[in-house]
């Protein structure tokens, strides 16, 4: 591993700090723990901690002995000096003399000892960093490490590494106990540089932070240099269909699969987000993937991230899709039952009340096709995937010298089910819409970018499809939430089927569907030019049903039901003179949104239109309003306001109407009307 210290760009940093009145000690904190948290073969998504000891002003002035240690919840490649939250380091070391210190009780302690009450929490481990003498300490979850701890002679082989310059600690849980016993360890041989905390990680520790940082790069390096000379034979490679089906053709069942089943036709979805690579690839290979994937977390601290481990799956081949969703099915129904049983078990051991957490798996295995990261965000679900891939580093580390041999599943669990982890899921309440996918046409225009915007806000993942793709990642953009933009042609099928694979592509699926892109053309039926018709019925038409039917191929795969929205029109229930080109296919696609109602109900798949009129969008211009109210004889604010509120009807009040559809779970085959009243175009 490259020790990246740079003399340059550490005394650059300094100076931008000192600009702020930030000292030179912190600054130099900052800048280390960067360059740890930049490499996710050390340290991923909120993984280890650092710290400084130091001295700080309060709000009184009076000044005080601290540890600046890293706060939860930060990101260490991108940290700054505010998330290294300082507390008082008297206090911390008086606990040490405390028989035992419950987890809320150190939390407590903690918090009460910042010098800043605002800051985060801090870390877990800060009594660990307190408990040792040295001014910089740094602790990482190197893979390379992992490939050492997690073995059955994991003492044996780190002496044979490091041989007295590392103290060795068995398996504790982080907190109080751990930081104890590590403290003791350090203390039979204070020589030591470091300690090696058995089925966890590492920790080093030096009296500048450019010593600490270099005793941390060359201990992972000689980890890595034990590996890559291990001479253990790989497992042999398992055989493969000729012919593998696509990533995309299990995306869905497998997304569908992994959704939770919430009763009576609820479903809380998943994110999919798929990985693939030679590395991957080649050990997902291996014969002993499924022995593998069952051992567990290759550090404990990963089972918030993927659970007790990720789930493997057969190699799927192309022609068989039906016979492998069953088997699809059944491997996560297996993962279910056994998560309820460890977890079963495991809680049965002491009188401590807990939440059983959802069983599904967070990380699917596919040999031949690559992996999945599941989680209810797209976020959630990259951080498992990234997850996957340092988790099949250390276990190809662990394999090439010995036999992968982690925590086991009883001593995971405490972990798992650590009571302020519970606390803080307790209070995560999830958006309406979270973990779903809403696909929208026309989704550069008003009511489109409105309607994005609204479902984004709500929690859905939104893929915007417009023809022009720049407006299309604009409106994503401003949807927010990961929303994805893409250029599409909705009169042409292909370019349709490809927004949806895209879709597929990045978040694995599609649960909701606002057909929306249209326009319209004036003219006397009777007068129209028959090819400007059948153009009109291309795009008011054909292009929803072109629409409808790939959504209804995604969601009858997953098999967790959704809904079908359409934006129809007024004019399909009550036609304006020379508008006869644009009402007659959207009454067509009024009938349409019920055609499927009644036949995809079964499938749990709902169908309702939006009738809207009178919005200003790329389809209603100002020109177009001019003509309209021309026609009527009366001024364009009363055309634009001539409804029963007497009020101009927004893009926003039509993008409510779908939201209100994409809730309503028991609503199909119905048409909601948000013209601000007009009694003509009311249906009967």
């Given amino acids: 591993m490259k020790n990246l210290w740079n003399d340059a760009e550490a005394e650059k940093l300094v100076e931008h700090y000192a600009a702020k009145g930030i000292g030179r000690e912190l600054a130099l904190r900052v800048y280390t723990t960067r360059l740890l948290g930049g490499d996710p073969r050390l340290v991923l998504h909120g993984g ?9 002003v309060d709000l009184v002035g009076d000044e005080w002995d601290v540890l600046c240690v890293k706060g939860s919840g930060w990101d260490m490649g991108v940290i700054e000096p505010q998330g290294l939250p300082a507390v008082k380091l ?57 490939g050492l701890v997690d073995q059955e002679n994991s003492e044996e082989i780190c002496r044979e590494v490091y041989g007295k310059t590392f103290g060795f600690v068995p398996y504790i849980m982080p907190g109080f106990d751990l930081a104890k016993a590590a403290a003791e360890v350090f203390e039979q041989d204070t020589s030591v540089i470091g300690l090696i905390l058995d089925k966890h990680g590492i920790f080093t520790f030096g009296e500048t ?56 036709g609820h479903f809380d979805r998943m994110i999919s987000d798929f990985r693939v690579s030679d590395a991957i690839l080649d050990f997902l290979s291996s014969s002993k993937l499924g022995e593998l994937a069952a051992s567990g ?49 495991n809680d049965a051991a002491d009188d401590v009340k ?60 405490p972990l798992e089910y650590w009571s302020l982890e519970q606390a803080k899921l307790a209070s995560n309440k999830p958006k309406p819409l979270t973990g779903q996918v809403m696909l929208v046409t026309g989704g550069a225009g008003a009511i489109g970018a409105a ?98 039917q790939n959504a209804v191929r995604i969601m009858r795969e997953q098999g967790t039901g959704g809904a079908l929205l359409f934006n ?30 009644l036949e995809y109900g079964p499938d749990g798949i709902r169908s309702n239109a939006v009738n809207a009129d009178r919005i200003r969008s790329g389809l209603l211009t100002d020109s177009m309003i001019a003509n309209r109210s ?43 009307t948000v013209d601000g009243g007009n009694i003509a175009a009311a249906l009967r």
């Fill in 630 to 672: 021309g026609a009527r004889g009366v001024s364009e604010k009363e055309y634009m306001s001539g409804n029963l509120l007497g009020q101009e009807v927004t893009a926003f009040d039509v993008a409510q109407a779908f939201l209100h559809h994409a809730l309503a779970e028991r609503t199909t085959a119905d048409v909601t």
């Fill in 297 to 345: 977390v290759s550090t404990p601290d990963l089972s918030i991230r993927i659970k007790t481990g990720p789930m493997a799956l057969p190699a799927p081949e192309a022609g068989k899709l039906g016979d492998y969703s069953k088997v699809v099915k059944e491997h996560v129904a297996q993962f279910a039952m056994d998560y309820r049983a460890y977890f079963e078990t």
């Fill in 90 to 146: 008297g206090a911390l070391l008086k606990a040490r003399k405390l028989d035992r210190l419950s987890d809320e009780d150190m939390v407590a302690l903690q918090r009460a000892n910042l010098i800043d009450p605002s800051s985060p929490n801090p870390s877990v481990e800060t009594l660990l960093h307190a408990f040792l003498p040295h001014k910089f300490v740094d602790h990482t979850h190197s893979t390379a490490i992992l």
């Fill in 354 to 413: 807990r939440t059983m957490l959802d069983q599904m798996p967070r990380l699917s295995l596919v040999p031949g096709v690559g992996m999945f990261g599941h989680g209810r965000t797209l976020k959630d679900a990259k951080i498992a995937s990234d997850v996957g891939e340092m988790w099949i580093e250390a276990v190809k580390g662990a394999e090439a010298i010995g036999t992968f041999k982690p925590l086991s599943k009883a001593d995971l669990f």
């Fill in 209 to 264: 932070a450019e010593e600490a940082y270099t005793r941390m790069i060359d201990a992972v390096t000689k980890a890595e240099d034990y590996i890559a000379k291990g001479k253990k034979p790989a497992a042999p490679k398992a055989a493969l269909p000729a012919n593998l089906a696509k990533p995309a053709e299990i995306a869905p069942m497998l997304r569908g699969a992994v959704a939770v089943d919430k009763g009576e």
């Fill in 451 to 548: 309607t994005a915007k609204l479902f984004a806000d709500y929690g859905a993942h939104v893929v915007v499809v417009d023809l022009d793709a720049d407006k299309a990642a604009e409106s994503a953009k401003k949807a927010g939430n990961a929303s994805i933009g893409v250029g599409a042609d909705v009169t042409d099928p292909a370019s349709v089927r490809a927004a949806f694979d895209k879709a597929v592509a990045v978040f694995g699926g599609v649960d909701i569907l606002v057909s929306n892109a249209g326009a319209a053309w004036e003219g006397k039926i009777g007068e129209i030019d028959d090819a400007l018709l059948r153009k009109s019925f291309e795009l008011n038409f054909f292009a929803h049903q072109t629409a409808a």
């Fill in 48 to 56: 280890g901690n650092t710290s400084v000891k130091s001295k700080a």
């Fill in 568 to 597: 129809a029109s007024k004019q399909a229930v009550n036609p304006g003179a020379k508008f006869g080109a644009y009402g007659l296919p959207k009454a067509a696609t009024l009938f349409l949104s019920r055609q499927y109602a």
